[in-house]
């Protein structure tokens, strides 16, 4: 009767104390590849990498982190990035999926999506959904976790139209915290998460409020023209991410053929009075205005005058339709990419006096 006892126990104790932990312990490998995770096939190795899938794996593997004294980067799809060096830390791929509708008034609603989720799942739901204000974003590849980390934009709309906030985790202390829009200090391709705290919070989750009503930006670009050359009067949100795609199709690279991570160069911003200055060299440069007093120049337009567009140089070069975007033509390095990005820059600040600043993260 007391080895019944005692065999019964010891089952309870097997199940309630070590099945929930095995359950949910993360694995951790040594001297993994980061090239794969990339969308720019470039970069060498993670000391320690593991991949999470709910905020209690993301929770072990920073205590993991801290036991170890690591320091950690924070993965998404990988496809803003620029791997240099091997990485002596542990990498945490992000893969905690997941969105719903938190509020739904008769004009708006509120959406909260998880950092781990694909950006396109997202915009693909509210489309779906009659939620509108996503559409231009429509194909930008990456996790939701990024998009504010860049304030991630295209054709005239940018994250920062439709946050509310984000809910983060500090990585120095193990708190959470609210960013409201403000908090995050959006740029143009720019937040407090690439300056201030760069690498200090993992960001967990967002809220966006998308309207019930259509609210269509149409004045980027040619959007206008190709709505106008379909035939459509009173687009739809099908509609425009058709043309989007169309767009998009047209002068980005398919990702499966060509590696790339897209925009590799912010367009610079400068002043009114410099660009007063350049116009009269070359006529023909073009501008979209931007702050007070100053304007914003189409860096592909830059590096197409300074020679590099379809350009290759060894197993890299800049897309031949789209001079922006850095391309690996297969097996590159990433001291072949830095190489061109540095080129790149001394040629067109010589000819323009324009410092290009990279859009894509060297790490
Ligand atoms: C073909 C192509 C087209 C693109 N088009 C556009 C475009 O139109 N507009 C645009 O803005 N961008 C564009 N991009 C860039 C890219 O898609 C976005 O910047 C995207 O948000 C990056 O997401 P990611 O998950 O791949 O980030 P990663 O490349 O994995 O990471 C980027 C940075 O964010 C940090 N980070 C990632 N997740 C988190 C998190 N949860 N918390 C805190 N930090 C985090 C990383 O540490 C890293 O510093 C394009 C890229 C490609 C390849």
Redesign the pocket.
């Known amino acids: 009767m007391a080895n019944i006892f005692t065999c019964l126990l010891f089952s309870w104790l097997v199940f309630f104390v070590f099945f929930p932990y095995n359950k949910s312990m993360i694995k951790v490998e040594k001297k993994v590849l980061l090239k794969p995770?990339?969308?720019?096939k470039i970069g060498s190795t993670a000391d320690f990498f593991t991949l999470v899938q709910t905020e209690t794996e993301l929770r072990e593997a920073l205590k993991w982190a801290r036991a170890k004294q690591q320091k950690i980067?924070?993965?998404?799809?990988?496809?803003?990035?620029l791997l240099t060096k091997p990485f002596r830390g542990l990498v945490i791929k992000?893969e905690i999926k997941g969105w719903r509708i938190i509020k739904k008034t008769p004009t708006f609603a509120l959406v909260e999506a998880t950092?781990?989720e694909a950006?396109s799942h997202l915009v693909n739901f509210t489309v779906q959904n009659n939620l509108f204000g996503l559409e231009n974003?429509f194909?930008?590849?990456?996790?939701?976790?990024?998009?504010?980390?860049?304030?991630?934009?295209?054709?005239g709309v940018?994250?920062k139209d439709v946050f509310v906030s984000l809910r983060?985790l500090d990585l120095k202390t193990g708190r959470e915290k609210i960013f409201s829009a403000v908090a995050c200090r959006f740029g143009y391709?720019d937040s407090i998460?690439?300056n201030k705290y760069?690498?200090r919070?993992?960001?967990?989750s967002i809220i966006c409020k998308l309207s019930l009503r259509p609210q269509f930006k149409l004045a980027y670009g040619t959007i206008r023209e190709e709505l106008k050359a379909a035939g459509v009067k009173k687009p739809t949100a099908g509609d425009m991410i058709r043309i989007i795609s169309k767009l998009?199709s047209s002068k980005?690279?398919n990702?499966a053929l060509l590696p790339?991570?897209?925009?590799f160069f912010k367009n610079p911003v400068i002043l009114e009075s410099q660009f007063k200055k350049l116009q009269f060299r070359f006529p023909e440069i073009k501008s979209f205005p931007d702050q007070p007093n100053k304007v914003k120049i189409p860096a592909a337009w830059l590096i197409e005058q300074a020679g590099f567009k379809g350009k290759k140089f060894g197993s890299v070069g800049m897309y031949e339709k789209q001079a922006l975007?850095l391309v690996n033509y297969g097996g590159a390095t990433a001291n072949e990419a830095l190489k061109l990005v540095s080129r790149i820059q001394t040629v067109v600040k010589k000819k323009f006096g324009i410092k290009l600043e990279p859009?894509?993260?060297i790490?």
């Open positions: 995770f990339t969308t720019l980067f924070i993965l998404g799809a990988g496809s803003n990035i992000n950092s781990g950006w974003l194909l930008i590849p990456g996790t939701i976790g990024a998009a504010p980390v860049q304030n991630i934009g295209a054709y940018e994250l983060a391709r998460f690439k760069h690498g919070y993992f960001i967990l998009r980005l690279p990702l790339n991570a897209g925009s975007v859009e894509v993260n790490i």
